[in-house]
């Protein structure tokens, strides 16, 4: 076993040790029929919610430059705690954007519910104009998943990613990608999710 | 008129990413809509998605150290709708004659991949709302598993036993390489089904 875990864990390269590790001890009970793991979950995971709530920095003169700011701010964090950053861009004037404390998601989930976070936020007086998350894994894209949040809406969605480019979704980016959707594929939002599942959508590179 | 041809291209290659625009330029901003009956709106599919996971899950104990035991015991389960659609999904492809050493490769060419979800999403509309037809949204709860999984011996996430080594192995990958393999019956399980 040992010789077989030194050579896999050779064959992973940055940072993917202990999931090598995990391989090798899978290769050396493979066929066991052994069960891992025990515990299993439903839904979106809840986000945490801070408990103060503030515009963190404001005076930006786009929701887009707001975004950028708190990608710079939050995107790396989320990167190392393996943790989505969720959080509201706020319109607090004519050419004055600002964005809220934000809420984390579990270690490790890829699916948040927001949701609390946003009563959170309308609790403080906050209504935000656009909302923000975190890819802390390898999509670098928006993924099937974020598409209902601008799917036939007004707005925009932003992303940071964890190469901490910040991306922008629009209704727009998804009406031109539907054109590319085959005939025999639903119409409509799910059609698009589901043509566009492995790569999903990279939307604008702010 | 080639200088015209050369223009279109240029314009063409600069803006023909998919589901990228050059709308930096134009983007007029407005306030997205986040009213409350919305986000609880969007939590439908994940919701149905879950359970429909977690019901499988409890019934095949667990995630298995590889990608052809779990089939194994999608074979045996004969309790959890997901085992049932999966099953239907092998019955399709038993004469496709597909050699041991080429299941569970990766990469697999985006077309494969399109095909084999859309067959599958589209035998699991019974059982999720109709807007929640896409595979995309068992990928966080894959992930989920492979991470629990991972727990049992100290690590992020495991990496199935039958996984390709040559590759760097993270989400979202590892998810659509299982949900592929998964959706394709190992030769042995092919042999197990038509004995049956």
Redesign the interface.
């Given at each position: 076993l040992n010789k077989r875990l030194s050579a896999v864990l050779g064959s992973f390269a940055n940072g993917a040790v202990t999931a090598a590790m995990a391989y090798a001890f899978g290769q050396a009970q493979s066929r066991s029929s052994s069960t891992v793991g025990s515990t299993a979950g439903s839904g979106a995971d809840p986000v945490e919610v801070p408990d103060a709530i503030h515009v963190e920095e404001s005076g930006f003169p786009t929701a887009a430059d707001a975004a950028k700011a708190a990608g710079a701010r939050y995107g790396q964090q989320g990167v190392d705690s393996r943790r989505e950053v969720q959080l509201g861009i706020v319109r607090l004037g004519e050419d004055n954007f600002g964005y809220l404390t934000p809420g984390w998601g579990p270690e490790g989930s890829t699916i948040v519910d927001f949701g609390p976070l946003l009563s959170a936020y309308r609790g403080a007086g906050h209504s935000p104009h656009a909302w923000m998350h975190g890819h802390f894994d390898h999509n670098l894209y928006f993924s099937a998943n974020d598409f209902p949040l601008v799917w036939d809406r007004p707005g925009a969605t932003y992303l940071v990613n964890r190469r901490l480019e910040v991306r922008r979704l629009t209704n727009q980016h998804l009406q031109n990608a539907a054109k590319n959707v085959p005939a025999h594929y639903p119409g409509g939002l799910r059609g698009v999710q589901m043509y566009y599942h492995s790569q999903g959508l990279p939307g604008d590179r702010l | 008129v080639k200088l015209t041809i050369a223009v279109l291209a240029a314009v063409s290659l600069a803006g023909c990413?998919?589901?990228?625009?050059l709308?930096?330029d134009v983007?007029v901003?407005?306030?997205?809509?986040?009213s409350?009956e919305?986000?609880?709106n969007?939590?439908e599919?994940?919701?149905a998605w879950?359970?429909l996971?977690?019901e499988w899950?409890?019934s095949i104990?667990?995630?298995?150290?590889?990608l052809?035991?779990m089939q194994?015991?999608v074979l045996d389960d004969q309790e959890s709708i997901f085992s049932q659609v999966i099953r239907s999904q092998w019955e399709h492809q038993l004469d496709l004659g597909m050699k041991e050493e080429a299941w569970g490769r990766w990469p697999v060419s985006?077309r494969s991949?399109?095909r084999k979800?859309?067959n599958a999403?589209v035998a699991f509309e019974a059982y999720v709302p109709?807007?929640?037809?896409?595979?995309?949204?068992l990928?966080?709860?894959i992930?989920?598993?492979l991470?629990?999984?991972?727990?049992?011996?100290?690590?992020?996430?495991?990496?199935?036993?039958?996984?390709p080594?040559?590759f760097?192995?993270?989400?979202?990958?590892l998810q659509?390489w299982f949900l592929f393999w998964m959706l394709t019956p190992h030769p042995e399980v092919v042999n197990l089904m038509r004995k049956s």
């Amino acid at each position: 076993l040992n010789k077989r875990l030194s050579a896999v864990l050779g064959s992973f390269a940055n940072g993917a040790v202990t999931a090598a590790m995990a391989y090798a001890f899978g290769q050396a009970q493979s066929r066991s029929s052994s069960t891992v793991g025990s515990t299993a979950g439903s839904g979106a995971d809840p986000v945490e919610v801070p408990d103060a709530i503030h515009v963190e920095e404001s005076g930006f003169p786009t929701a887009a430059d707001a975004a950028k700011a708190a990608g710079a701010r939050y995107g790396q964090q989320g990167v190392d705690s393996r943790r989505e950053v969720q959080l509201g861009i706020v319109r607090l004037g004519e050419d004055n954007f600002g964005y809220l404390t934000p809420g984390w998601g579990p270690e490790g989930s890829t699916i948040v519910d927001f949701g609390p976070l946003l009563s959170a936020y309308r609790g403080a007086g906050h209504s935000p104009h656009a909302w923000m998350h975190g890819h802390f894994d390898h999509n670098l894209y928006f993924s099937a998943n974020d598409f209902p949040l601008v799917w036939d809406r007004p707005g925009a969605t932003y992303l940071v990613n964890r190469r901490l480019e910040v991306r922008r979704l629009t209704n727009q980016h998804l009406q031109n990608a539907a054109k590319n959707v085959p005939a025999h594929y639903p119409g409509g939002l799910r059609g698009v999710q589901m043509y566009y599942h492995s790569q999903g959508l990279p939307g604008d590179r702010l | 008129v080639k200088l015209t041809i050369a223009v279109l291209a240029a314009v063409s290659l600069a803006g023909c990413s998919v589901g990228e625009t050059l709308m930096n330029d134009v983007y007029v901003d407005e306030p997205s809509d986040l009213s409350a009956e919305f986000v609880e709106n969007i939590q439908e599919c994940p919701d149905a998605w879950g359970h429909l996971y977690e019901e499988w899950y409890l019934s095949i104990g667990g995630f298995k150290v590889s990608l052809l035991d779990m089939q194994f015991a999608v074979l045996d389960d004969q309790e959890s709708i997901f085992s049932q659609v999966i099953r239907s999904q092998w019955e399709h492809q038993l004469d496709l004659g597909m050699k041991e050493e080429a299941w569970g490769r990766w990469p697999v060419s985006e077309r494969s991949f399109r095909r084999k979800m859309f067959n599958a999403a589209v035998a699991f509309e019974a059982y999720v709302p109709e807007e929640c037809a896409s595979l995309s949204w068992l990928d966080p709860f894959i992930w989920r598993g492979l991470q629990d999984a991972g727990k049992g011996y100290g690590t992020e996430f495991l990496i199935l036993s039958d996984a390709p080594r040559d590759f760097e192995w993270s989400s979202p990958y590892l998810q659509h390489w299982f949900l592929f393999w998964m959706l394709t019956p190992h030769p042995e399980v092919v042999n197990l089904m038509r004995k049956s």
